[in-house]
T-cell receptor
């Protein structure tokens, strides 16, 4: 399967713990996005990378959140000192800057985080 | 990005056409209409997009009104696997563009 993959698919943690999620984009895609989705809502943008550079961060991305894409391939999203309000689905998407006419984003299956 | 308005839910009989409406009265001239869907417990999936002309692909058809203030996504023969939340989005094409989702339309296909 050559789609976007995310690991883990589910994570249950206790409040105050740190968690880290991984996203592997489609191999030839240089753009990578993180979104968060809470129950009954559409996904909300968190941050965007082009290659290894983080070019935009949403105000939703508090200082407890950090995302990296060190080699311009896979990305990690870390949440420190988790809170119950962090419980959500975290989605990763990727796209290619070579597709000048149409920036279709391909989404992964998501990581569902539950903070107890 | 322009704001869109969609009905919160719709039902459709299996095998019939599903017509999902979307209003985007503040759309600007360089903004495209995109449709994504999200099946339960999966990530969103791109369906189709268009600027002015009607578009068709293997998944669906997109009808955009002449004034571009509204559009309709048509699934010609809905199946149970089409049960999902459908999102209508308007944004510039190309370049980097984050997708701004609303709450979408929950389509239930009924056997």
């Amino acid at each position: 399967d050559t789609g976007v993959s995310q690991d883990p698919r589910h994570k249950i943690t206790k409040r105050g713990q740190n968690v880290t999620f991984r996203c592997d984009p489609i191999s030839e895609h240089n753009r990578l996005y993180w979104y968060r989705q809470t129950l009954g809502q559409g996904p909300e943008f968190l941050t965007y990378f082009q290659n290894e550079a983080q070019l935009e961060k949403s105000r939703l991305l508090s200082d407890r959140f950090s995302a990296e894409r060190p080699k311009g391939s896979f990305s990690t999203l870390e949440i420190q000192r988790t809170e119950q309000g962090d419980s959500a689905m975290y989605l990763c998407a990727s796209s290619s800057s070579k597709d000048r006419d149409h920036n279709e984003q391909f989404f992964g299956p998501g990581t569902r985080l539950t903070v107890l | 990005d322009a704001k869109t308005t969609q009905p919160p839910s719709m039902d459709c009989a299996e095998g019939r056409a599903a017509n999902l409406p979307c209003n985007h009265s503040t759309i600007s001239g360089n903004e495209y209409v995109y449709w994504y869907r999200q099946i339960h417990s999966q990530g969103p999936q791109y369906i189709i997009h268009g600027l002015k002309n009607n578009e068709t692909n293997e998944m669906a058809s997109l009808i955009i009104t002449e004034d571009r203030k509204s559009s309709t996504l048509i699934l010609p023969h809905a199946t149970l696997r089409d049960t999902a939340v459908y999102y209508c989005i308007v944004r510039d094409s190309g370049g980097y563009q984050k997708v701004t989702f609303g709450t979408g339309t929950k389509l239930q296909v009924i056997p």
